[in-house]
């Protein structure tokens, strides 16, 4: 593109030369055809100015009234003005100012004569004018005139032409010129729209992947939502597991340890696994004494220890046995001894002691 | 616009995993600890459903149960509690004054059709 606007203003710049020197060459032109122009109308007066002069020596020649011959002086006065322009005019050009001079020559050869009829007596005019006839000064004169000027208008015809053909190819270049410019133009204004085309395209493929993206960073988060969602589902459920069992241990305790009655848990064969805060109490002993001790070392039945283990074997209760229950400090006290088997579907499993104090 | 649950029980933390479950399940959850706050609340705003715990600090699960169906007949409550009932109380007993009764080892999602089937019941 940039190439393209580069080569537009080339054209451009040399339109624009091309046209500027033809400017200047017709300038210079039209300078020389005024010139001509110029030397034309003088080289005319000089023949009009020599003509008029002449035929007023002629009338005086006739009349010898001296107004005639002051007339054809003032005739060759003017004949002088005009060849001072005309030399002027040719300056530039060797041969015409070189036959300028000639007319110069001729001219003031006529101007001598006048001034000679001037001063000679009238009786030698007739002889004079008679020397006269024979001089070829006017004729020459004025034929180099006439050719001067016929020189001159075929110069000004040549030069007419050579302006005419310069126009029309000043014409063509600078039509060509526009016409160049404007298919670079044309030309820029197709890339230009191709252009645009091109980068609507990528924009709309470009707006088109990312709402593609968006759609898939849209699904990726909502599986992600879920996925988070069911990992706090899942965290949950773990948390509500853990609280259900926390809270039916400690209900399960709650109920044990609420007895003020000597509660003791205990194996199949009889050993301690759990008691209530209210042995501790009554008997002085600490639980970590009590876990896995054999109860009958605690605990004596007045009966023995057979009932005991027949409960645990059959699976029946014993109820309101007396007993006597160990301190931790020495001494017995007495109880009233009940027993729970613990029972595991068909199985027993080990029991419940319940003792209260015996009343006396 | 979503069903409007009311927890009732004593423990924060029950009240607390209740609340995130049915919330993430899309229901407004109000919770409180007591029956009385469950009373002034249920009055001001009368829940779709109303899950219980029985051993409330100042009173007990049932008698608030039975308040709130007197002021509001139909009202589905579920009784979500630590103490093991057997099927024959449950049937003979717990049925005629609650919607359902569930002991709270029920794994949530169960809870959670539990509450599905009594609302769209209640519909």
């Known amino acids: ?360 | 616009m979503s069903h409007h649950i009311l927890i009732v029980d004593d423990e924060a933390e029950i009240r607390q995993l209740l609340e995130q479950f049915l919330s993430i399940s899309g229901y407004r959850i109000a919770t409180v600890a007591t029956a009385r706050e469950a009373l002034a609340h249920a009055a001001a705003t009368p829940p779709d459903l109303v899950i219980s715990d029985l051993q409330l600090e100042e009173s007990d699960g049932l008698d608030l149960i039975a308040k709130l169906k007197a002021a509001q007949p139909g009202l589905p409550v579920i009784l979500l509690t630590s103490v093991l009932f057997d099927r024959q109380t449950v049937e003979e007993n717990l049925s005629k004054r609650v919607s359902a009764y569930l002991p709270k080892t029920t794994p949530l999602n169960q809870l959670l059709a539990e509450i599905q089937r009594l609302l769209a019941a209640g519909k």
């Open chain 1, 1 to 360: 593109m940039l190439a393209l606007f580069a080569l537009v203003t080339v054209v451009l710049v040399a339109v624009a030369v091309h046209a500027v020197r033809q400017l200047n060459r017709t300038v210079t032109a039209s300078d020389w055809v005024n010139r001509t122009h110029a030397l034309i109308n003088e080289l005319e007066g000089i023949a009009a100015a020599t003509q008029s002069a002449e035929g007023s020596l002629r009338i005086y020649a006739l009349t010898r009234d001296p107004r005639d011959l002051a007339a054809g002086r003032r005739s060759q006065v003017r004949l002088a003005d005009h060849l001072e322009v005309a030399g002027a005019l040719a300056r530039d050009q060797a041969e015409t100012a070189r036959q300028v001079a000639r007319l110069a020559t001729l001219a003031e050869s006529r101007s001598a004569f006048a001034r000679e009829l001037g001063s000679a007596p009238p009786e030698s005019l007739a002889t004079l004018f008679a020397v006269d006839a024979a001089n070829t000064a006017v004729e020459e004169l004025l034929r180099l005139v006439e050719r001067l000027v016929t020189e001159q208008m075929n110069l000004l015809a040549l030069r007419d032409q050579e302006s005419f053909l310069q126009a029309q190819a000043t014409r063509w270049t600078i039509g060509l010129g526009v016409a160049i410019n404007f298919l670079l133009l044309a030309a820029g204004a197709w890339l230009i729209r191709d252009d645009i085309l091109m980068r609507r395209r990528a924009a709309d493929a470009m707006a088109a992947a990312n709402a593609q993206l968006e759609s898939r960073v849209q699904a990726r988060t909502a599986e992600l939502s879920a996925a988070n969602d069911r990992l706090n589902l899942e965290n949950l459920e773990r948390r509500w597991a853990n609280q259900a069992l926390e809270h039916q241990l400690r209900y399960n305790h709650l109920i044990i340890n609420s007895i003020t009655d000597l509660v003791f848990v205990i194996t199949k064969v009889a050993n301690i696994s759990r008691i209530n805060p209210a042995v501790e109490h009554d008997t002085g002993w600490l639980a970590k004494d009590l876990i896995n001790r054999p109860l009958p070392e605690l605990v004596r039945l007045t009966a023995g220890d057979l009932p005991l283990q027949r409960g645990l074997k059959e699976g029946h209760d014993l109820r309101d046995l007396p007993a006597t229950l160990l301190r931790s400090e020495g001494g017995e006290i007495p109880v009233r001894f009940t027993f729970y088997p613990l029972r595991d579907g068909n199985n027993v499993v080990g029991g419940v002691v319940i003792l209260n104090r015996a009343t006396a």
